[in-house]
């Protein structure tokens, strides 16, 4: 069993992680190469701004390497979510921008003859509990007011008790690291630097001054798709979202062929085949506030893969999304001050397609073309009851891990090689590995400073709060925190 995503199985890269940058200029500076920063650096690609992309590991390989790579507008209960939050029309809106997302993979893919195994697959919702029936019904009648075309049907060969079932045709599945790296490369008039972490943002005179770990990059634009914006103000994303974790296992299976399924509500069953050699399979997930147990979730993932699969695994991982207050992702200007500073991120782990509308509306805000959808993603867009619910849950859980990991300096479920103790008055984080070598590290989080979490299968800490992540040696792993944990150096 590898403990990575399958996406990464055959990947090659230049490895040459110490190349020098020197200081430079440019219109648009995209920070972060995931889906939604390799989409728009697609779509400026022919504007004849100069446009740089800078990533702080290799392009690609971010949360976007750890998605099941599914192309649909089936997504789970979303648009009941939306329609109840928003109305019928927000709900509308969003299932016509990703459609048109869907075919805009197609066609790129086709057009640029991308390698990156994408099938067109019918997609599947299913109701797999009788309490999910009226969310169920309610989705059927918006796909037909809407006039979408779905099949309904009440038997379909999922191992998960499927009750009632929609299956709608023409949605895709595809490997998500192939697609962005395939992007990237068609991308000749953007300059991209990978190893290049951002360390900082500030104003200057005309646009933002970007500090990064190998130069320094002014931009009068900048756009922010590092999945978790790194800074809080502006914008306040934390106070706008929280964090989901989902667990997946890959296996060898040819039973479900062509196929990309989902249940309507938590908790969530997901499969999806690929090349029908291997099935995806995703389940376990929670709000990561609610457990810091990963281990044992791990644990679940493989009896819960072995019941209902038989199977072995050969690749598993976990991941997180970024889930937003009110349901719709935060695209668009940070806010309505910040014209020149655009982000996107809470994509309530719907990024493939929400990935590739932000490339299209952030490409479209950044060279002020009209976008119909900028109203509907706009992170400044107002108050909602859901939103203000919502956020009163999320404080309440993430005070409750933050005061929490304050409270409990030694954990109980670490294991005898891994503690938390003082050294010199700072917290520190111990782990001895099996040559007997202690890895010693600050324990607290830079960004909002959280205790750490140890996460013994993947051996690193981890953020319980935001969801940054570090090795046993302190170097970041993944943010929002920009900053590394080791003892002898902040940076
Ligand atoms: C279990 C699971 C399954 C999913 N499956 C699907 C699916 O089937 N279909 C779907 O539509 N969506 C899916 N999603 C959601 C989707 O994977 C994400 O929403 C999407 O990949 C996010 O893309 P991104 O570009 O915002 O982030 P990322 O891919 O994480 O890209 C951000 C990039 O920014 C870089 N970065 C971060 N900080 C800095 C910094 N300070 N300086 C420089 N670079 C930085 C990172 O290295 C990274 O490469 C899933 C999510 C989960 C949790």
């Known amino acids: 069993m590898i403990n990575k995503p399958i996406w990464l199985k055959d990947l090659k890269l230049d490895k040459q992680k110490n190349k020098k940058y020197s200081d430079m200029e440019v219109d648009i500076l995209i920070i972060g190469g995931g889906i939604a920063g390799v989409s728009t650096a697609f779509n400026l690609n022919n504007s004849k701004k100069s446009v740089c992309l800078i990533d702080k590991s290799y392009i690609g390989l971010g949360v ?92 379909i060969n999922f191992p998960f008790n499927v009750k009632r079932c929609i ?30 972490l951002a360390i900082d943002i500030v104003k200057g005179d005309k646009g933002y001054i970007v500090k990064t770990s190998k130069n320094t990059i002014k931009a009068k634009k900048v756009i922010v ?29 040819n039973v479900y062929k062509n196929t990309s399924g989902i249940n309507i509500k938590k908790p969530i069953f997901s499969i999806r085949s690929y090349k029908n050699e291997y099935v995806l399979y995703s389940s376990c997930s929670h709000k990561m506030s609610n457990h810091i147990d990963y281990e044992n979730r791990y644990n679940e993932l493989i009896n819960d ?16 999304d970024i889930t937003t207050n009110d349901i719709l992702p935060l695209i668009g200007k940070v806010n309505s001050d910040s014209k ?31 976008n119909k959808y900028e109203k509907l993603f706009s992170p400044s867009r107002g108050i909602s009851i859901t939103k203000i619910t919502n956020f009163i849950i999320d404080s309440v859980n993430i005070t409750k891990i933050y005061l929490g990991t304050k409270l ?24 001895i590995d099996s040559d007997n070598k202690k890895h010693i590290v600050k324990n607290l989080c830079p960004h909002m ?20 992540r570090f090795d046993i040696d302190g170097n970041i792993l993944e943010g929002p925190s920009n900053y590394n944990i080791k003892i002898d150096n902040d940076k």
């Open 64 to 155: 976007t390497s750890c998605s099941t790579g599914k192309l649909t507008f089936l997504q789970s209960d979303m648009l009941y979510k939306i329609e109840k939050a928003h109305g019928f029309k927000m709900a509308k809106k969003y299932y016509e921008a990703t459609k048109m997302a869907i075919d805009f993979v197609r066609n790129t893919v086709k057009e640029y003859n991308i390698d990156c195994d994408l099938e067109t697959v019918p997609s599947y919702l299913y109701v797999t509990n009788e309490s999910e029936l009226s969310i169920f019904n309610k989705t059927m009648t918006f796909l037909s007011k809407v006039g979408e075309k779905y099949k309904v049907c009440d038997n």
């Open 167 to 196: 299956e709608v045709p023409n949605t895709a599945i595809f490997n998500p690291v192939k697609y962005v790296r395939g992007l990237m490369n068609i991308c000749t008039n953007v300059k991209f630097l990978e190893n290049t």
């Open 225 to 253: 798709t590092t999945h978790y914006p790194f800074f809080i103000t502006p914008g306040l994303v934390p106070f706008k979202t929280h964090i989901e974790r989902s667990y997946i296992s890959a296996f060898k299976n």
């Open 305 to 320: 893969t072995k019941n209902k699969f038989q199977s072995d695994i050969d690749y598993i991982w976990m991941t997180h």
């Open 340 to 370: 020149d500073l655009l982000m996107a991120t809470g994509f309530n782990k719907w990024g493939m397609t929400n990935g590739t509308i932000s490339g299209m509306l952030l490409s479209d805000i950044v060279l002020n073309k009209k």
């Open 408 to 431: 409990v300096k030694n954990h109980s479920f670490y294991k005898s090689n891994v503690y938390v103790k003082y050294i010199n008055d700072e917290l520190c984080g111990v782990y």
């Open 449 to 468: 400073k959280c205790n750490l979490i140890f996460n013994n299968f993947d051996k690193t800490w981890d953020c319980p709060c935001h969801g940054s």
